[in-house]
């Protein structure tokens, strides 16, 4: 863009940290280099939409999985909040107010530097706007990694009303464990952060051989002994490092993935044999929660590659959608529905941390040792308290609050 007035000099920049790096200036005519670059501008029926380079972490990371690193100083925090106002100061000087200021729309690198995106708000003036976004603005579209959860429930509830509306039976258990996965941070298609959902049966036959939703998956799979040994042995004391370990992500989705992914990923010698080829079998073998996939996904049983078989469904299911409808009809069922607050405990809750969690065997590696690096996903505890079963609302009366809904 010939009008950019974009000046390439390189610069030097110093984090919170104390440490230097070399960037370069894109924001001389605006004087703040707290705002994303910009790489595109695109102009639609209901306004502009900027694009800039994909970011690693933001503030809203470091709060969820990192809050170590802002507790050991103030400096930190307070060189984060300066660069913010300097962003917004930047902004409003160019007759922009920025409508969306929140963590997950505050980038950060390495050094504790502060680039502002999610540009959103609504204004009368497009030639201020075009102006400060040629020179340094960003993306009004928040940075989103990975397809939306919008189409598994609703958006407009917050954490209170979600947790009301599933006790009096007015949403599914689905839908209330995508929404808290949303608001631990999990992102659909994340190897490293995918939302989790319980394993309810062991598919041997449809609705029997419930799974104890008061232990995690690992404690069954592994248990109780291995469990102890492991916490006594380890340097930082813990049971389980994650509810769904990366390749146990890749191994779940085998079926839709290039034997190339599956050599970089779960073992560069590829054996088509170690990978569970019915859903009896892979519920036996992983130690590990399931994804959410199971549960709606046909294409996730049929290979496409020819050295892998597809997964074998349970005799009770001829095609893929049945069993999906049944598979997900356990979810839903009245056992699984009086017991899910407990599973919610042990991955959201309460038996996350403390005397309780070690009790239950589920002491997490990464809230045993507080993180000092920057991530962007990790284990999250959004309940401090015992969380309370859902009614005993009889099916028939939920399918007719819900259809009153």
């Known amino acids: 863009n010939s009008n950019s007035n974009i000046n390439n000099t390189p610069s030097r920049r110093v984090g919170a940290g104390g440490n230097s790096s070399t960037t370069t200036n894109t924001n001389a005519n605006t004087g703040s280099s ?3 670059p910009l790489l595109a501008a695109l102009e639609g029926a209901r306004g502009f939409y900027f694009v800039h380079e994909y970011a690693e972490y933001t503030l809203n990371d470091i709060i969820m999985y990192s809050p170590a690193l802002l507790s050991k100083s103030m400096a930190r925090p307070l060189f984060i909040i300066y660069q ?6 930047t902004c409003h000087e160019n007759g922009v107010v920025h409508g969306r200021l929140h963590a997950g729309n505050v980038l950060l690198d390495e050094h504790f530097w502060v680039e502002l995106v999610g540009v959103s708000a609504t204004i009368c003036d497009g030639a201020a706007l075009m102006k400060c976004a040629s020179t340094t603005t960003a993306t009004n579209a928040s940075l989103i990694r990975g397809p939306s959860f919008d189409c598994f429930f609703p958006l407009n509830m917050t954490l209170s009303e979600l947790f009301t509306n ?12 995508m929404a808290l996965n949303r608001l631990a941070g999990r992102r ?10 319980p394993w309810v049966i062991d598919f041997t036959q449809p609705f029997g051989r419930r799974r104890d939703l008061t232990k995690t998956k690992y404690r069954l799979a592994k248990g109780d002994e291995a469990l102890d040994s492991f916490y006594i042995g ?3 004391p813990h049971h389980i490092s994650e509810s769904l370990r990366e390749t146990t992500y890749f191994i779940y989705k085998a079926r839709q993935m290039p034997i190339a992914v599956l050599q970089r990923t779960v073992r560069s010698n590829f054996i088509a044999a170690e990978y569970p080829s019915t859903m009896a079998r892979l519920y036996a073998w992983t130690p590990d929660e399931c994804i ?3 549960f709606f996904d046909r294409t996730i049983f049929k290979a496409v590659d020819k050295n892998l078989s597809d997964i074998e ?10 069993f999906l409808r049944m598979h997900r009809e356990a979810l839903e069922s009245d056992f699984v529905s009086a017991d899910l607050h407990h599973w919610i405990d042990i991955t959201f809750g309460y038996k996350l ?5 070690y009790l239950a065997k589920n002491v997490q590696l990464q809230l045993a040792h507080p993180n000092t690096t920057l991530e962007n996903s990790g284990i999250v505890q959004l309940f401090q308290h015992r969380h309370p079963p859902r009614f005993a609302v009889p099916r028939q009366v939920r399918l007719q609050q819900q259809q009153q809904q």
């Open 353 to 357: 941390s403390g005397q309780a969690a």
């Open 188 to 197: 659909m298609n994340d190897p490293d952060h995918h939302p989790v959902l």
């Open 313 to 322: 469904l349970p005799a009770w299911a001829a095609e893929p959608e049945e």
């Open 292 to 294: 959410p996939e199971f």
């Open 34 to 36: 707290n705002l994303r």
């Open 166 to 177: 599933w006790c009096k039976g007015y949403i599914s258990n689905f839908e209330y464990l």
């Open 234 to 236: 380890c340097p930082y």
């Open 84 to 89: 913010i106002c300097q962003a917004l100061r």
